[in-house]
């Protein structure tokens, strides 16, 4: 049965109910901009895990829990300065009505539930935060916007700032469909992950047909059959673009003895290459 519940304060994306009965994780997102996620949250992986009912995603409009007949979410601040800044009453009046566990409970390593505020002093958003994201049954995602929120807001409501980049946006609306987008492809019975980042090194190139374009031949070792010979070939091209492109994953990556030799080995092509 297809679950639609839209209401003044509460907006559901439509969620089938799972094989278990219930939804697998449940995200809550707060936002003044309830309408922004109409586009990046009904596609692809997410839109497939939503209509399998293994996730539930609550957009809540924070307008809907101001008390003033122009619907003010955001203030001056205190000491002067440029901008706005979002007001706690409205972020504090909606999670109080998601009924969301106190504050102590989430702190625990078994908590089912956690309240992220997306701010640029947060965090780095990584794979890693994803995985721990992904363990909790239910996410509340506090989108800001302006020149910031309330600090009170990160120091009573928040169990962690998160930020999904060195970069500010205009608010955190993006960077909350981001992180539902990588937490909901880890979940069990979603569309598997592709093998980015496996070992902690980027993907390796891929090709599809046509087998020649524009003068451009796919590889010949992807089509001769060989598995281990295609094994060895795409490994080494992760490990090329990881070092082309990232190589501070290097330093983490789980390299084997082979990795290292064939790093060697790419690394001293690099450098005939550059003489």
């Not at 839109?47 to 003033?68: C, K, S, V």
């Not at 970069?167 to 981001?178: P, Q």
């Not at 010949?220 to 795409?234: A, P, Q, S, T």
């Not at 992760?238 to 990795?259: V, Y």
């Amino acid at each position: 049965m297809v679950r639609a519940g839209f209401s003044r304060r509460h907006k559901f994306f439509p969620t089938r109910t799972s094989r278990i009965g219930v939804a697998q994780m449940k995200f809550e997102i707060l936002t003044i901009f309830p309408d922004f996620f109409r586009g990046p949250l009904d596609y692809g992986i997410v839109r497939r895990a939503r209509e399998a009912g293994l996730i539930e995603i609550g957009i809540h409009d924070l307008r809907a829990f101001t008390h003033d007949r122009h619907r003010t979410v955001d203030d001056r601040p205190f000491g002067g300065g440029e901008g706005m800044v979002l007001k706690p009453e409205p972020i504090f009046e909606c999670l109080e009505s998601l009924h969301i566990a106190p504050r102590e409970e989430r702190m625990g390593e078994d908590a089912r539930q956690t309240v992220v505020l997306l701010s640029p002093q947060g965090e780095l958003f990584t794979q890693a935060v994803a995985q721990q994201l992904m363990g909790r049954e239910r996410v509340v995602l506090i989108c800001g916007r302006y020149e910031g929120v309330d600090e009170r807001v990160s120091e009573q409501l928040a169990d962690r700032e998160i930020s999904i980049g060195d970069f500010v946006l205009s608010g955190g609306e993006l960077g909350a469909a981001i992180i539902v987008d990588a937490a909901t492809r880890l979940v069990p019975g979603a569309p598997p992950s592709s093998t980015c980042g496996s070992g902690g090194l980027l993907d390796y190139p891929h090709y599809t047909r046509p087998a020649e374009f524009r003068g451009m031949p796919v590889p010949e070792v992807l089509m001769n059959g060989n598995h281990d010979e295609i094994r060895k070939w795409r490994r080494r091209g992760a490990l090329r673009k990881t070092l082309r492109n990232r190589p501070d994953l290097l330093r983490q990556a789980e390299l084997s003895k082979e990795d290292r030799k064939l790093l060697a080995e790419i690394e001293a092509e690099q450098e005939r290459a550059g003489r």
